[in-house]
């Protein structure tokens, strides 16, 4: 009985703590040694760093929000931080921003894991998974779960230092000139699919292919490719998809909640005074709520408009064809794990995990959502 109120007090003292730590929960990840690491010292030393982004310039959501987190960093640091923010190809192409971060051409950027599975396939986890977690599962994974220390240990050895720089929410399967009412509907589609979706989109006998978003509308425009996915309602309107496509269909079974990244040449984070390093870690934890609230707060008004200003029909992926795609899912991650070890770590990791939260979530989100 006393050990129970021992334990209570204690509990009760953590509680302030508990709530700074979720606060600050992607710098309460950083690794001990590396705050031990990071000089403490204040100085007056200023840095004036470049940031590249995939996206094209002035992009809506995804390059305005590099363009404020550079700007939260400037406040924040009292101006001894300066970022300037390059769209894709002002500085280096689009596909290029992970080279560049790296090798230190820029010492930040921002866009997605998945765009990097050339260079790294367990990369990939790190947005999102097929038929996975959603956004607010994937940030409990990060910064509770094992993805953040996984994610910077991947990184680690490619010179980066990763953040969760914002997410897209439930994503739509997306813009189709063809319909889609079986699995076999995928066979020879030509589709815009990063990750792992359009490693299942190959399985299914489509092809995928990795365009940046600057090129989408031109090469659906023109019949170069037969569908294009990209994010949601209020992203796929300022794209203008719903001009050029017939269907545009739901659910985003390939990109459940798709977490952006923001990187930093991990020599030049290292190399920065410790207060500079948490307000980095804090000027991304604002971006990964303001990039989902802006999504999610907009994509309905958007979805209206898609239907009242456009031809295209919106419909649903019906659920046997989706059951279909969710067993070839399985195949490919199967097949993928058992070829790459690290992948194998990271996905042993994150499908323990998703079994969990999704147990929970049966008892949650789930039985919320059927009320
Ligand atoms: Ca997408």
């Not at 003292?13 to 705050?35: H, Y």
């Not at 779960?145 to 490619?158: H, N």
């Not at 813009?175 to 589609?189: A, P, Q, T, V, Y």
């Not at 969710?326 to 770590?345: M, Q």
Request: hydrophobic share 40%; with cysteine.
């Amino acid at each position: 009985m006393e050990d129970k109120k021992i334990d209570r007090k204690k509990f009760i003292s953590t509680l302030g703590l508990g709530a700074v730590a979720i606060t600050t929960g992607i710098s309460a990840c950083q690794d001990k040694a590396e705050q031990i690491a990071a000089p403490n010292i204040i100085t007056n030393k200023s840095y004036r760093w470049k940031l590249v982004t995939t996206w094209p310039p002035n992009f809506p959501v995804l390059g305005q929000g590099a363009t404020l987190f550079a700007q939260w960093i400037r406040e924040m640091s009292g101006g001894r931080m300066d970022i300037r923010v390059y769209g894709g190809g002002e500085l280096v192409p689009p596909l290029e921003v992970f080279e560049a971060v790296y090798s230190g051409a820029a010492e930040m950027g921002h866009g997605a894991s998945y765009y990097w599975a050339g260079r790294s396939q367990a990369a990939q986890f790190f947005t999102s998974v097929p038929f996975g977690l959603n956004s607010q599962q994937i940030y409990s994974w990060m910064l509770f779960g094992g993805g953040y220390e996984l994610w910077r240990e991947l990184y680690a050895d490619f010179n980066l230092m990763p953040f969760i720089g914002g997410n897209t929410g439930v994503q739509m399967a997306g813009w189709f000139n063809r319909e889609i009412n079986s699995i076999d509907d995928f066979k020879g589609l030509k589709m815009r699919i990063p990750g792992l979706g359009g490693k299942v989109l190959e399985k299914l006998g489509g092809t995928a292919v990795l365009s940046p978003g600057s090129e989408l509308y031109t090469n659906l425009e023109r019949g170069v490719i037969d569908a294009t996915e990209w994010i949601g309602p209020y992203h796929d309107y300022l794209m203008g998809f719903h001009q050029i496509a017939k269907y545009y269909y739901a659910p985003g079974w390939h990109e459940p909640g798709s977490v952006l990244e923001t990187i930093v040449n991990k020599r030049d984070y290292d190399n920065l005074p410790k207060d500079l390093q948490t307000i980095i870690a804090a000027a991304s934890e604002r971006l990964a709520l303001w990039v989902i609230s802006e999504f999610e707060a907009k994509n309905n008004e958007y979805l209206q408009k898609i239907t009242q200003e456009s031809t295209a029909e919106i419909r649903m992926i019906d659920k046997i064809t989706l059951s279909g795609i969710r067993d070839v899912t399985n195949d490919v991650i199967t097949e993928l794990v058992d070829k790459d070890s690290v992948a194998k770590k990271v996905h042993d990791n994150f499908s323990s995990f998703a079994r969990g939260i999704r147990n929970w979530s049966k008892y949650s989100e789930g039985l919320y959502h059927s009320i």
